[in-house]
Protein backbone atom coordinates (compact mmCIF):
# COMPACT_ATOMS: atom_id res chain seq x y z
CA UNK A 1 0.00 0.00 0.00
CA UNK A 2 1.34 3.55 -1.08
CA UNK A 3 0.14 6.59 0.72
CA UNK A 4 2.20 9.56 -0.25
CA UNK A 5 2.27 11.83 3.20
CA UNK A 6 4.71 14.37 3.21
CA UNK A 7 6.63 16.17 0.55
CA UNK A 8 9.75 18.03 1.63
CA UNK A 9 11.76 20.87 -1.32
CA UNK A 10 14.99 22.13 -0.96
CA UNK A 11 16.81 24.84 -3.09
CA UNK A 12 20.16 24.24 -4.46
CA UNK A 13 22.37 26.27 -7.12
CA UNK A 14 24.58 23.87 -9.08
CA UNK A 15 25.37 25.85 -11.95
CA UNK A 16 25.86 29.52 -10.22
CA UNK A 17 24.15 31.94 -12.54
CA UNK A 18 22.53 29.82 -15.37
CA UNK A 19 20.32 27.49 -13.96
CA UNK A 20 19.03 26.40 -10.41
CA UNK A 21 17.76 22.92 -9.06
CA UNK A 22 15.97 21.63 -6.54
CA UNK A 23 15.95 18.68 -4.46
CA UNK A 24 12.80 16.88 -3.68
CA UNK A 25 11.99 14.30 -1.27
CA UNK A 26 9.32 12.59 -0.80
CA UNK A 27 7.87 10.15 2.06
CA UNK A 28 6.07 7.15 1.32
CA UNK A 29 3.86 5.52 3.96
CA UNK A 30 3.79 1.80 3.98
CA UNK A 31 2.24 -1.48 5.72
CA UNK A 32 4.19 -3.85 6.89
CA UNK A 33 3.43 -8.22 6.78
CA UNK A 34 2.93 -7.69 10.59
CA UNK A 35 0.73 -4.98 10.27
CA UNK A 36 2.60 -1.77 11.85
CA UNK A 37 4.12 1.00 8.97
CA UNK A 38 7.50 2.07 7.97
CA UNK A 39 8.48 4.78 6.16
CA UNK A 40 10.78 5.16 2.55
CA UNK A 41 12.56 8.38 1.62
CA UNK A 42 12.72 9.42 -1.99
CA UNK A 43 15.05 12.46 -3.23
CA UNK A 44 14.92 13.75 -6.60
CA UNK A 45 16.66 16.63 -9.00
CA UNK A 46 14.47 18.96 -10.17
CA UNK A 47 14.89 22.16 -12.33
CA UNK A 48 13.99 25.03 -10.70
CA UNK A 49 12.09 26.72 -13.98
CA UNK A 50 9.91 23.42 -13.99
CA UNK A 51 8.60 23.96 -10.54
CA UNK A 52 5.11 25.45 -9.93
CA UNK A 53 5.00 29.37 -9.60
CA UNK A 54 3.57 29.00 -6.36
CA UNK A 55 6.82 27.18 -4.62
CA UNK A 56 9.29 29.40 -6.57
CA UNK A 57 7.26 32.20 -5.36
CA UNK A 58 6.97 31.00 -1.37
CA UNK A 59 10.90 31.12 -1.39
CA UNK A 60 11.12 34.20 -2.44
CA UNK A 61 8.63 35.73 0.01
CA UNK A 62 10.53 33.79 2.89
CA UNK A 63 13.71 35.69 1.74
CA UNK A 64 11.86 38.99 1.63
CA UNK A 65 10.89 37.84 5.41
CA UNK A 66 13.93 36.84 6.30
CA UNK A 67 16.41 39.93 4.54
CA UNK A 68 14.15 42.55 6.21
CA UNK A 69 12.87 43.92 3.05
CA UNK A 70 9.52 43.51 4.21
CA UNK A 71 8.10 42.98 7.29
CA UNK A 72 5.10 41.20 7.12
CA UNK A 73 3.43 38.09 5.55
CA UNK A 74 1.13 39.98 3.61
CA UNK A 75 3.66 42.75 2.08
CA UNK A 76 5.59 39.49 1.17
CA UNK A 77 3.05 38.04 -1.04
CA UNK A 78 1.97 41.27 -2.55
CA UNK A 79 5.35 41.95 -3.46
CA UNK A 80 5.99 38.69 -5.14
CA UNK A 81 1.98 38.16 -6.60
CA UNK A 82 1.57 35.17 -4.36
CA UNK A 83 -1.99 34.31 -2.13
CA UNK A 84 -1.49 33.99 1.46
CA UNK A 85 -3.05 30.65 0.88
CA UNK A 86 -0.68 29.88 -1.42
CA UNK A 87 2.20 30.92 0.81
CA UNK A 88 0.89 29.38 4.18
CA UNK A 89 0.31 25.72 2.32
CA UNK A 90 4.18 25.85 1.30
CA UNK A 91 6.21 28.14 3.85
CA UNK A 92 6.99 24.85 6.02
CA UNK A 93 7.56 22.49 3.12
CA UNK A 94 10.45 24.57 1.09
CA UNK A 95 13.92 25.92 2.80
CA UNK A 96 16.62 27.43 0.69
CA UNK A 97 19.70 25.59 1.43
CA UNK A 98 22.17 28.32 2.06
CA UNK A 99 19.67 29.12 4.58
CA UNK A 100 19.25 25.98 5.92
CA UNK A 101 23.56 25.63 5.74
CA UNK A 102 23.40 28.73 8.32
CA UNK A 103 21.18 27.72 10.96
CA UNK A 104 23.91 25.55 12.57
CA UNK A 105 23.15 23.90 16.14
CA UNK A 106 26.14 22.76 18.51
CA UNK A 107 25.83 20.74 21.64
CA UNK A 108 28.24 21.60 24.16
CA UNK A 109 28.58 19.75 27.92
CA UNK A 110 30.36 21.28 30.44
CA UNK A 111 31.51 19.99 33.64
CA UNK A 112 30.70 23.11 36.27
CA UNK A 113 31.71 23.39 39.54
CA UNK A 114 28.79 24.30 41.98
CA UNK A 115 29.41 27.98 42.80
CA UNK A 116 27.68 30.89 42.29
CA UNK A 117 27.75 32.61 38.99
CA UNK A 118 29.52 30.02 36.98
CA UNK A 119 26.43 28.93 34.48
CA UNK A 120 25.85 33.13 34.27
CA UNK A 121 29.20 33.49 33.07
CA UNK A 122 29.41 30.85 30.94
CA UNK A 123 25.92 31.69 29.20
CA UNK A 124 27.25 35.19 28.76
CA UNK A 125 30.50 34.01 27.18
CA UNK A 126 28.47 32.54 24.82
CA UNK A 127 26.65 35.62 24.30
CA UNK A 128 29.80 37.47 23.59
CA UNK A 129 30.65 34.85 20.96
CA UNK A 130 27.53 35.69 19.26
CA UNK A 131 26.02 32.14 19.87
CA UNK A 132 22.50 31.87 20.60
CA UNK A 133 21.41 29.39 23.92
CA UNK A 134 18.79 27.56 22.72
CA UNK A 135 18.21 24.87 25.43
CA UNK A 136 20.04 24.18 28.52
CA UNK A 137 19.72 21.10 30.76
CA UNK A 138 21.70 20.79 34.23
CA UNK A 139 22.41 17.94 36.50
CA UNK A 140 21.84 18.40 40.33
CA UNK A 141 25.41 19.05 41.72
CA UNK A 142 26.89 16.30 43.01
CA UNK A 143 30.46 16.51 45.01
CA UNK A 144 30.90 19.86 44.20
CA UNK A 145 30.57 19.55 40.30
CA UNK A 146 27.11 19.43 37.92
CA UNK A 147 27.08 18.75 34.28
CA UNK A 148 25.67 21.39 32.03
CA UNK A 149 24.40 20.59 28.23
CA UNK A 150 23.55 23.24 26.30
CA UNK A 151 22.26 23.55 22.40
CA UNK A 152 23.85 26.67 20.60
CA UNK A 153 22.44 28.38 17.52
CA UNK A 154 25.99 29.18 15.84
CA UNK A 155 24.81 30.66 12.78
CA UNK A 156 25.85 33.86 13.84
CA UNK A 157 29.41 32.99 14.78
CA UNK A 158 31.14 31.57 11.57
CA UNK A 159 34.25 30.24 12.80
CA UNK A 160 34.79 31.31 15.99
CA UNK A 161 33.11 27.90 17.70
CA UNK A 162 36.58 26.63 18.00
CA UNK A 163 37.78 29.73 19.88
CA UNK A 164 34.31 29.35 22.13
CA UNK A 165 35.28 25.80 23.12
CA UNK A 166 38.78 27.27 24.11
CA UNK A 167 37.61 30.21 26.40
CA UNK A 168 35.16 27.90 27.71
CA UNK A 169 37.92 25.33 29.36
CA UNK A 170 39.99 28.51 30.19
CA UNK A 171 36.73 29.71 32.61
CA UNK A 172 37.45 30.11 36.17
CA UNK A 173 35.14 27.46 37.32
CA UNK A 174 34.67 24.96 34.17
CA UNK A 175 36.70 21.66 34.63
CA UNK A 176 35.68 20.63 30.92
CA UNK A 177 33.64 21.61 27.84
CA UNK A 178 33.56 19.54 24.22
CA UNK A 179 31.45 19.64 21.72
CA UNK A 180 29.05 15.98 21.92
CA UNK A 181 27.11 16.78 18.86
CA UNK A 182 26.19 19.20 15.74
CA UNK A 183 23.10 19.08 13.48
Known amino acids: MFNKRNLVITFISLLPL ?5 IMSSIDVHKSPAGGRYQLEHYYLVRQDILPEALVKTVQAKEL ?3 GVVNTVQEAVEHVDLSRSAFYKYK ?5 LERMDHERIVTISMDLRHRSGILSKVLSMVAGFDGNVLTINQT ?3 QGMANVVISVDTSMMGDQITALLAALNSQD ?3 RAAIIGRG
Not at 18 to 22: A, G, L, M, N, S
Not at 92 to 96: E, Q, R, S
Open 173 to 175: GVK
Open 18 to 22: TKYFV
Open 140 to 142: IPL
Open 65 to 67: LAQ
Open 92 to 96: DGIHA
